[in-house]
């Protein structure tokens, strides 16, 4: 029945208008392209880039983490900028004689009104202890990103190993895996990582990273299964195995990189919920601990000095609502830039 | 036959334990493939025609298992079953190990084609960087060295410019031009056995031409033997040195190509080859064959293609047949399993025709009541004790 003449193929077909856009529509130049399109996911991606500059930033400079950290209220904003003349020596916390004792009684407030800010010293104020608030707001970042993307991290990387497993090898693999992820599934995160931290041996933001990392497992190992289930029966999936590629090569090299792109969207709206998550916890005493400054943490702390300065709780929340926001934005613009059957 | 074939299969039953019932997709099925030929496996869908190549592979996956046979490829036992100390059926202590099995046998002795093209390249990776791996795996050779070996092996396959297309990913390939970087990926590890399932299937029939020429053209300069699983006679008769035709998870006919077309032993494979044009015949309309394929979890009982057979007699409902040999054709055997044949004396020429035989479905035959099939008779007794050759 076949054709007589051995004639190839031409080497390049041309592909078809449509079939052609559609193959465009995938890669990653293209997902760039269509975010920078996309009036949402750009602003996403400026405030995210601004987040991140702004955390990295925090660990580059020392003057800060002193300002962040020193609790005298003569070190001041000012003192960041090189344009103002002043002393570029400061002085460490514990050294000098005029720093405040880290804490003291609220009776003792009217004995150091908390300035309300607006002045080039202290743009935000200083906080009780009159700490820099904008400094202690700018440090926060680094703190909350820092959380954000390692829990996230941790979630994903988990989930990810126990969803391709369970989905790639099935039957009681899967049973077990898939009851055990949908246990902890099952507990409230807050209670969850509260239980956890407090097992673990007590308040401490790592432990509260890791918390929140292990109570996101359960999402992310569901969202990979349920892609690994459709992408395992793949004849590629079947070439591999009888190539005799090894079943950890294939769930690694096969299997997850084709389950990926939904969870990678997920992962970057996860960074703005785990932000908030670690807000709550610090807020509650669970996760940041003083003086490192993290803003669930100031907010707790602020909130016995609203009558004072209700700022002291505004500025916390702005920072974590720009952040959340900004994370949100570009999940969401990732999405649709990730879908090839979404138009612009 | 001259010496030890390459591949030989006995009895392999392969089945699949599902909640309603044992799925019975191989059933007892033997065949061999010799050094450099090429052997056409052909069925209708859901005959076992897959499960049976995969099996050859050990890739039958759950709830699937093969409970029993034997599998003998270059003298080393891929599947092998005995009789353990109480009774219970166990694995041979020559079979080879999962171990063995992946890191020797698969792609680098037994490399497999799959169906469709466009599914079996990953998607995310060159297709250069796969076929690299691919050999890099299986040849134990450098990234660089394997590149080359890569880029020579499209350059083989007929792909232009392959230096250029060894960057390329899959979506920028043709569905006929992934299968011939399939075709590479098989014969890049040098195996001595291929088996092609299906490949040519979801091509069009230009591109299938084409494939096929190269296939041949591969074969005679590899030596390399096939097994080729096929719905389609036509590819069969182009390409194939000897032919088992499936019907229900059993083989019922083999023979060499040429026999089988013209010479054909079992109603089945006529009824096939009446439901395809054919060059050589004439005729006004193409018969198909009448009913479905029952399902393997119940299969009818006796014969199992009675139930279509424009043949069917009674005894045809009792008697299960096995392939015996029928005739002989240049030394070969050709092999039937169909009562109809003299070496059967199941007493087929006395039987009573089936009422309605052709065209009732499954049930309706069975309500065909018989005096003999109820009392216990010689003639199934007899059909109990048949073994194969």
Not at chain 1, 190 to 199: A, D, E, G, M, Q
Not at chain 1, 267 to 282: D, K, M, N, R
Not at chain 2, 59 to 81: A, S, W
Not at chain 2, 184 to 190: R, S
């Amino acid at each position: 029945m076949a054709v007589s003449e051995s004639q190839y193929e031409s080497g390049r077909e041309p592909a078809s208008e449509d079939e052609e856009s559609v193959e465009a529509r995938v890669g990653w130049r293209y997902t760039v392209a269509r975010i920078k399109r996309d009036t949402t996911a750009r602003w996403g991606l400026y405030i995210v880039t601004v987040v991140l500059f702004v955390a990295v930033y925090a660990v580059v400079d020392s003057n800060l983490s002193r300002l962040t950290f020193g609790v005298a209220s003569d070190y001041t904003f000012a003192q960041l900028l090189p344009i103002f003349d002043h002393p570029t020596h400061i002085p460490p916390p514990g050294e000098g004689t005029q720093h405040m004792p880290p804490y003291f009684p609220l009776a003792e407030q009217s004995w150091n009104p908390l300035p309300a800010g607006g002045t080039i010293e202290h743009p935000l104020g200083t906080d009780h202890t009159g700490r820099d608030y904008f400094t202690r707001i700018v440090y926060g970042t680094q703190v909350s990103v820092f959380v954000g993307l390692v829990s996230t991290f941790i979630g994903l990387t988990g989930g990810t190993i126990i969803g391709a497993v369970a989905g790639y090898y099935g039957g009681r693999v899967d049973d077990i895996l898939m009851r055990l992820v949908e246990t902890v599934y099952a507990i409230p995160p807050l209670i969850l990582i509260i239980v956890f931290t407090v097992f673990v041996g007590g308040a401490n933001i790592w432990y509260a990273v890791l918390g929140v990392g292990i109570a996101f497992i359960p999402v992310f190992a569901r969202i990979i299964r349920s892609r690994v289930l459709s992408i395992r029966e793949m004849d590629y999936i079947e070439a591999a195995r009888a190539a005799g590629v090894k079943d950890r090569n294939i769930i690694m090299r096969h299997v997850v990189p084709n389950s990926f792109a939904p969870v990678l969207v997920y992962a970057t709206l996860q960074i703005g919920v785990t932000i908030l998550i670690v807000a709550g916890l610090s807020f509650l005493g669970y996760g940041a601990q003083p003086p490192t400054p993290d803003w669930g943490q100031m907010l707790n702390i602020s909130h016995g000095y609203m009558h004072s300065n209700v700022w002291l709780s505004i500025w916390p929340g702005i920072a974590i609502m720009i952040t959340i926001m900004g994370f949100n934005l570009f999940g969401d613009g990732l999405q649709d830039a990730l879908d090839p059957r979404i138009e612009d | 036959m001259s010496s030890e074939p390459l591949l030989r299969v006995e009895n392999l039953t392969t089945q699949f334990f599902t909640e309603t019932g044992t799925v019975r997709a191989v059933d007892g099925i033997s065949f061999e493939i010799r050094e450099g030929e090429i052997v056409g496996l052909v069925g209708e869908s859901g005959a076992g025609k897959s499960v049976a190549s995969m099996s050859l592979l050990r890739l039958v996956e759950n709830p699937g298992e093969i409970v029993g046979g034997e599998i003998t490829y270059k003298g080393e036992t891929i599947v092998g079953f005995e009789e353990g100390p109480d009774g219970e059926r166990r694995e041979r202590d020559d079979m080879l190990s999962n171990e063995e099995i992946r890191t020797r046998i698969r792609g680098n002795e037994i490399a497999v084609i799959f169906q469709d093209p466009m599914e079996s390249l990953n998607p995310v990776f060159t297709v250069g960087g796969q076929l690299r791996e691919f050999i890099e795996l299986n040849r134990g050779l450098s990234e660089g060295e394997a590149k080359t070996v890569a880029i020579d092996m499209l350059r083989e396959v007929g792909i232009p410019d392959p230096e250029q297309r060894y960057e390329e990913y899959p979506h920028q390939f043709s569905g006929g031009m992934r299968q011939r970087v399939l075709i590479a990926m098989a014969l890049a590890c040098e195996p001595s056995l291929i088996i092609a399932d299906e490949p040519t299937t979801a091509l069009d029939v230009t591109v299938e031409g084409q494939i096929i020429d190269l296939v041949d053209e591969l074969q005679a300069k590899y030596g390399t033997s096939f097994l080729w699983v096929t719905h389609d006679l036509g590819v069969v008769a182009e390409i194939c040195d000897r032919v088992n035709v499936m019907y229900l998870g059993e083989i019922v006919e083999q023979a060499p190509v040429d026999e089988l077309f013209y010479d054909t032993k079992h109603p089945y494979t006529d009824a096939l080859l009446n439901s395809i044009p054919r060059p050589d015949r004439t005729v006004d309309e193409l018969e198909a064959i009448e009913g479905v394929m029952p399902e393997a979890i119940d299969p009818p009982s006796g014969c199992r293609f009675h139930p279509r057979c424009p043949d069917a007699r009674a005894v045809c409902k009792r008697v299960h047949p096995d392939a015996k040999r029928v005739a002989d054709a240049d030394g070969e055997p050709h092999r039937a399993a169909c009562v109809k044949h003299d070496v059967f004396d199941v007493g087929y020429d006395e039987s009573p025709p089936l009422e309605g035989a052709a065209g009732t479905d499954r049930a309706a035959a069975g309500d065909v009541d018989e005096p003999e099939s109820i009392a216990p008779n010689p003639a199934s007794d007899e059909s109990g004790g048949e073994g194969h050759e």
